[in-house]
């Protein structure tokens, strides 16, 4: 069907692609296959049989027609002649399913345009195929990625994250952070999409997963499980609150979230525009959580009153503070832990 050197043009793409891009000579080859026997349709008739055979250690592509020797010829695109078939081999007989091989003119007389379409489209799938599995392993982790490209009009920023090009929205990013081109940035990977259409994945660095992968990174304690994250709540680029805990009773999980002079949590604060974080000792006694979780207000005492829900006491002084501004301090310590928290004056 083609001379060697295109041949080995053929098979030489279909390894290129497979190292390069991560697409499988299989899927290649059945897309391939597919857009041939759409062509040959186009040409012959949507009911011609063909059969399509590659041989790749041959570096040969051979196209079969398939049809059935009958005496009298009714759908051409199906039988063929005892005496037509005689002239392609003497030993065909009546009745026969017998097979032509489509000669390498007459294949060329096939919609090229509509094979090439095909080809690329099948190669465009199998490109996000693969990078789809290459982010579905990294999802719910951290990546690091180079600022490509910002988008002046709407502020998305086009990452290169070692995978291939993807977008961080405007709205993943933290409020009032600013990129250039060639920064290296961390960035979450919330979302793999798995159709057709639209962002192939979506990456935050708004999200709370954020802030307890960078904990994890930092704080060795934390990766080996001797400190775990119980809890996180965050408001991107204001404030954090991490509720952590012990499995070691001689390891403090504030402490080694906070690093000798602070040196751990100032890495974390950094990589966050400056964004605050308090660390929070977990108990499993509701009332000693929440009002640890209100900090760094004083809290004078905890009374639930509902099944995840509390009436908090603190002095007059301390009300502000517990509250927050515009109540992001209470609303943060109602995510952390949980509960529907009425913050009250004694």
């Keep these: 069907m083609a001379t060697k050197s295109s041949k080995e043009s053929f098979v030489n793409a279909l390894e290129l692609l497979e190292r390069e891009k991560g697409i499988p000579k299989e899927y290649m080859i059945e897309k391939i296959e597919a857009a041939l026997v759409s062509a040959y349709h186009k040409e012959y008739g949507v009911n011609a049989n063909v059969r399509i055979e590659f041989n790749l250690e041959k570096d040969d592509v051979r196209v079969f027609q398939q049809k059935t020797v009958v005496e009298t010829v009714t ?29 390498p003119e007459n294949f060329r007389r096939l919609s090229a345009a509509a094979a090439k379409s095909v080809i690329i489209q099948s190669i465009r799938e199998g490109e996000r195929k693969a990078m789809q599995e290459a982010y579905e392993s990294q999802r719910d982790e951290i990546i690091t990625a180079t ?22 929205l405007k709205s993943e990013q933290i409020p009032g952070e600013e990129f250039v081109v060639d920064d290296r940035v961390k960035v979450f990977v919330m979302e793999v999409n798995k159709e057709a259409r639209g962002p192939l994945v979506t990456l935050s660095r ?13 704080v060795p304690e934390i990766a080996e499980g001797v ?4 809890s996180v709540s965050r408001e991107a680029g204001v404030r954090s609150k991490v509720a952590v805990y012990s499995r070691d009773p001689d390891v403090d999980p504030v402490g080694a979230c906070i690093g000798n002079r602070g040196m751990r949590i100032a890495g974390i604060v950094d990589e966050l525009r400056g964004e605050k974080i308090d660390i929070i000792n977990y108990s499993e006694q509701p009332e000693e959580f929440i ?7 004083r809290v004078i005492s905890v009374e639930m009153t509902g099944e995840r829900a509390c009436r908090v ?24 832990t949980g509960y529907k928290i009425d913050i009250k004056a004694e």
């Design 313 to 336: 006491l603190v002095d007059p002084d301390q009300l502000s503070l517990a509250i927050g501004r515009e109540g992001l301090n209470a609303r943060l310590a109602a995510r952390l």
């Design 291 to 297: 009002a640890a979780a209100l900090s760094p207000a």
């Design 227 to 230: 400190v775990m994250i119980k």
């Design 147 to 168: 600022v490509s490209k910002i988008d002046p009009v709407n502020g998305n920023v086009v990452l290169e994250t070692g995978t291939g090009r993807a977008v961080l």
């Design 75 to 103: 759908d051409p695109e199906l039988e063929i002649s005892l005496e037509d078939a005689k002239s392609h081999n003497k030993r065909f007989k009546l009745g026969q399913l017998i097979e032509i091989k489509v000669k």
């Design 206 to 218: 708004s999200h709370a997963g954020l802030v307890r992968r960078l904990f994890e990174l930092e």
